[in-house]
């Protein structure tokens, strides 16, 4: 693989980044979904012409798709704005997917878009705490006024800056890599299986009352946030087990991971539920 210290110099003039950095941190604020072509890369990363913005160089590092992979040149991508490096001008991204090449993973009809974008309302977290030390973990989003279909909702989940935990000790978005014990860039919306919200239930109240019953105190707060949830849902997904080869580098600390995704379209929540021990 040829290898890049820096785009063309004649595409990309520092000078004409420089001026225009400014009209470009306002055009692309953090958050932003943009999608742009691969100009260059390095073994860590690729550098991206971003579309409609010509005086705007994008950078993403390559842990964004597939682990350890680079795409090619003339890659068509779609990445999500996380910060704005002025030292060198350059728009800092994270690959959501690849529409074009052989690393492409998902359809390019499953990037969340404006229109997808969900809002955080709420996080709500039950400790246990009887001995077993299980926990549930709820994160509450407002569907977008015309929410698309499923899959771009699971789509914009994946995409939200809160995804990023390994829910082992760090906060809803403190860890953009990973997801429970998952690369989170290996998963996708084709990896939640819909469930029927009966068996869901059926299989949250398992998992709690397995080791040890739960405390009284808590049946309330897990009936209203959980299995209340449940019910009122028109469709549950269930993130499917990716084994160990999806594991991220200290991947499977816990017991058992569950996850289960809510979308009630009369109240406009999506709630993600992750039900875990550590």
Not at 204 to 225: I, K, Y
Request: hydrophobic share 40%; glycine share 6%.
């Amino acid at each position: 693989m040829t290898e890049y210290p820096w785009p063309n110099p004649r595409d990309d003039d520092p000078d004409r980044l420089r001026r225009a950095w400014p009209t470009t941190v306002q055009a692309l604020p953090c958050g932003a979904r943009v999608t742009g072509t691969v100009i260059a890369r390095k073994p860590f990363g690729v550098f991206i012409r971003i579309d409609g913005m010509p005086d705007a160089l994008g950078y993403a590092e390559s842990t964004a798709i597939a682990h350890d992979v680079v795409p090619p040149l003339g890659t068509t991508v779609t990445g999500e704005v996380t910060w704005h490096v002025s030292l060198t001008h350059e728009v800092q991204l994270r690959l959501l997917v690849a529409l074009q090449g052989p690393d492409a993973s998902i359809s390019a009809n499953d990037v969340p878009t404006a229109a997808a974008r969900l809002v955080h309302l709420a996080h709500t977290f039950i400790n246990f705490a009887n001995g077993t030390f299980q926990w549930v973990d709820l994160q509450h989003f407002r569907l977008p006024e015309t929410a698309d279909d499923d899959g771009a909702l699971l789509a914009a989940l994946i995409a939200h800056e809160r995804f990023g935990n390994n829910y082992a000790g760090s906060d809803p978005g403190g860890d953009p890599e990973r997801h429970g014990p998952y690369w989170r860039e290996r998963i996708r919306p084709a990896c939640y299986d819909p469930i029927d919200a009966d068996a869901a239930q059926r299989h949250l109240r398992a998992w709690a009352e397995q080791l040890a019953p739960l405390p009284e105190h808590l049946r309330p707060d897990l009936e209203q946030e959980a299995y209340q949830r449940l019910r009122a849902a028109d469709r549950v997904y269930k993130l499917r087990d990716l084994g160990p080869a999806a594991f991220h580098d200290w991947g499977g600390v816990h017991t058992e991971f569950h996850e289960l995704v809510t979308i009630d379209r009369m109240n406009r929540i999506l709630s993600l539920l992750v039900a875990a021990d550590d």
